[in-house]
């Protein structure tokens, strides 16, 4: 019995274009890991149109661009025009913080 050694074919064989690859898609499961979001809340979002996804037999699943274009549709602009406020109102608190997207 003869035993290969160094060979980059086999099923062992690392998958060095695997790991370097982005996904085209992503699961329900996926977008929400990735967006941070319920997966309830990404089929309220699909079912509003905020996100569309592409069937595929009966797998739903979500091309990257979308979630992308979803994330700069909803992104946070600071307003440089505006005058600072000292009060501590929660609609002062949600400005300051710009990793908070308002999804609607």
Known sequence: MHKKTGSSHGPDAPRASATSVSPLAYSIE???DALGLSRS???ELIAAGGI???KVGK???IP???LTA???RHRVEKRSNEPAS???TAENQQRR???QCVLR
């Open 30 to 32: 996926s977008a929400a």
């Open 41 to 43: 809340r990404i089929y």
């Open 52 to 54: 569309v996804p592409c």
């Open 59 to 61: 797998r739903t699943i």
């Open 64 to 66: 990257a661009a979308e």
């Open 70 to 72: 979803f994330l700069e």
């Open 86 to 88: 000292r009060t501590n």
């Open 97 to 99: 913080n710009p990793a």
